[in-house]
Nanobody
Framework: QVQLVESGGGLVQAGGSLTLSCAASGSIARINAMGWYRQVPGKQRELVAGITSGGSTNYADSVKGRFTISRDNAKNTVYLQMNSLKAEDTAVYYC???????????????WGQGTQVTVSS
């Protein structure tokens, strides 16, 4: 089965940096777009950054200039480099991928389990 496994979350001081990784594994035929979302208790999950299979990117206004999304197609991995972190960046971060896989070659959107990022002010 296809699954996404995240790593890299943790505690960091405001102004610091952190890099998140998310690796897809399983029966994968192809991966289309990948992205990062975040969520805090009581609020809706929001898109932080996305990247297409061709490498085009988009970012939430709140993270533009500070975060960089990238992918390594050979490793089926997406990264989120976070710089100049602010307290308001504190959230659970989830990776996301649009994947065609399985023996039936079905297209589905998959989510990681989430990783906590806490920024102290």
């Amino acid at each position: 089965q296809v699954q996404l496994v995240e790593s890299g979350g943790g505690l960091v001081q405001a102004g610091g940096s952190l890099t998140l990784s998310c690796a897809a594994s399983g029966s994968i035929a192809r991966i289309n777009a990948m992205g990062w979302y975040r969520q805090v208790p009581g609020k809706q999950r929001e898109l932080v950054a996305g990247i297409t299979s061709g490498g085009s990117t988009n970012y939430a206004d709140s993270v533009k200039g500070r975060f960089t999304i990238s992918r390594d197609n050979a490793k089926n991995t997406v990264y989120l480099q976070m710089n100049s972190l602010k307290a308001e960046d504190t959230a659970v971060y989830y990776c996301n991928a649009d994947i065609v896989g399985g023996y039936r070659l079905l297209r589905n959107v998959y989510w990681g389990q989430g990783t906590q990022v806490t920024v102290s002010s």
